[in-house]
């Protein structure tokens, strides 16, 4: 991944770290610090994008009398356990939490008015006008990597194809394990495909950031610099997302385990509460299955002397929004494992053998699949999708289980010990 050291971003001027001419953003380029740090001047980030130094949600320009946002930088840590901004880089979705995290006050008063920005700029895009559509800022994303530098990870714009305009923006409950019970966004945002470049730099990928200057002008639609993809959003409100073929990942065990300690506890609390009840697992890991995706008709057990290797069976629809909707079938495998005690081909082996033709598969585990079970299902095109531990706390988070004893009363209420 390319790098760009401070000094070759930012020079200094009349004893002013400024931003050095010719300066452009290229796609997963990390921007880095200035290193050792020892002012907030040293952070690149606002004076590369000419934004403050602090929070999520920085934008340039005035929303509180009338509405004249120039830009937005989004910046995201991913260190909110609670909150996990998601970008999807095979589809080219963002999925972003706003600025408000605290009980007690409405959804939209934030200090620095994210929340606010975000409703008239998602209201703005489901207009016809292309004059409505001139007030939509650019958003920026930038991401934090290891040692505090920043990765730019893509131009933004509000909504999806294919997603209905209803959920391209909506308010959802959260409580923190400390109490209080508040209100936030869920915005999904399309990243543009910026491949066709800008009338001053055609077929370059890259945002030269003299774009910035016009932004603040007033003039980002008129300005050559502008990317051809982000005019043609606002002249016809049509997506081009940036699609990218993923190959399959074979994650090591670190990747399919938590890291942070909170969810390693939840883990081990699953793990001690099924361990001695196999049977009690599988309809748990039905359950996380079910929670995983809502295009899951149903899943259930399967009797012991019936179930052919197969813990569960269910259905998955496709293309449910039309009236002649297809659907599919998948089998399930659970193993609670100690975290330390990986599957591997013996276990994943048995499913695979009992997948039918036009059959998917679904592995659940507390802990996480083997080097060589992975390379094997992967390498081999078997369709069976795995849920490791890692999986399985993320599903509960999104699902508002964040803390041991949220989780201590799902697992009494819903699979009671006999």
């Known amino acids: 991944m390319n790098k760009l050291e401070f000094n070759d971003i930012i020079k200094i001027e009349n004893n002013k770290k400024i931003r050095k001419d010719n300066v452009k953003l290229y796609?997963?380029?990390?921007?880095?610090?200035?290193?050792?740090?020892?002012?907030?001047?040293?952070?690149?980030l606002s004076t590369l994008m000419g934004v403050g130094t602090m929070g999520?949600?920085?934008?340039?320009?005035?929303?509180?009398?009338?509405?004249?946002?120039?830009?937005?930088?989004?910046?995201?840590?991913h260190e909110d356990i609670y909150w996990q901004d998601k970008l999807d880089e095979e589809l080219g979705i963002f999925t972003y939490y706003g600025d408000n995290q605290e009980s007690g006050r409405e959804?939209?008063?934030?200090?620095?008015?994210?929340?606010?920005?975000?409703?008239?700029?998602?209201?703005?895009?489901?207009?016809?006008d292309i004059n409505v559509r001139k007030k939509i800022p650019p958003?920026?994303?930038?991401?934090?990597?290891?040692?505090?530098?920043?990765?730019?990870?893509?131009?933004?714009?509000?909504?999806y194809r294919g997603i209905p305009q209803k959920e391209w923006l909506t308010a959802v409950w959260a409580k923190r394990k400390e109490g209080g019970r508040f209100q936030n966004y869920k915005a999904i945002f399309t990243v543009l495909d910026t491949s066709e470049g800008s009338a001053e730099n055609p077929n370059d990928a890259s945002i030269d950031l003299k774009w910035l200057e016009d932004l603040k002008k007033g003039k980002g639609y008129e300005s050559q610099f502008a990317p051809k993809v982000?005019?043609?959003?606002?002249?016809?409100?049509?997506f081009t997302p940036l699609i990218v073929n993923v190959e399959s990942e074979i994650r090591s065990k670190s990747e399919q385990l938590p890291t942070e300690n909170l969810k390693l506890k939840m883990l081990n609390q699953i793990y001690e509460y099924f361990k001695d009840t196999p049977t009690d697992f599988e309809q748990f890991a039905i359950y996380i299955t079910t929670l995983a995706d809502s295009h899951i008709i149903y899943c259930e057990n399967t009797r012991p002397s019936k179930d052919g290797g197969r813990d569960g069976i269910g259905e998955y629809k496709i293309m449910d929004s039309l009236s002649t909707r297809l659907k599919t079938s998948f089998a399930l495998e659970a193993k609670c494992y100690e975290l330390d005690n990986s599957v591997g081909v013996k276990?994943?082996?048995r499913l695979i053998s009992r997948i039918k033709n036009r059959q998917f598969g679904v592995f659940v585990t507390t802990s996480y699949?083997?080097?060589?079970?992975?390379?094997?299902?992967?390498?081999?095109?078997?369709?069976?999708?795995?849920?490791?531990?890692?999986?399985?706390?993320?599903?509960?988070?999104?699902?508002?289980?964040?803390?041991?004893?949220?989780?201590?009363?799902?697992?009494?209420?819903n699979f009671p010990k006999n």
Request: hydrophobic share 35%; aromatic share 12%; glycine share 8%.
């Open 139 to 159: 958003f920026f994303l930038f991401e934090k990597v290891e040692g505090g530098d920043v990765r730019f990870s893509g131009l933004l714009v509000p909504g």
């Open 369 to 413: 699949v083997a080097n060589q079970a992975y390379e094997e299902i992967i390498e081999d095109g078997h369709p069976i999708a795995i849920i490791s531990g890692k999986d399985i706390i993320d599903i509960l988070f999104n699902n508002d289980i964040t803390d041991l004893d949220l989780l201590n009363k799902l697992l009494i209420i």
């Open 230 to 238: 982000w005019k043609k959003y606002i002249q016809t409100g049509k």
């Open 56 to 77: 999520g949600f920085r934008p340039i320009g005035s929303y509180k009398v009338s509405f004249d946002i120039k830009y937005v930088v989004l910046y995201s840590t």
């Open 107 to 128: 959804l939209h008063d934030t200090k620095l008015g994210g929340n606010k920005i975000l409703r008239e700029v998602y209201s703005c895009s489901q207009s016809d």
């Open 27 to 44: 796609l997963d380029c990390v921007y880095c610090n200035n290193k050792p740090y020892k002012n907030l001047s040293d952070l690149v």
């Open 347 to 349: 276990e994943t082996s």
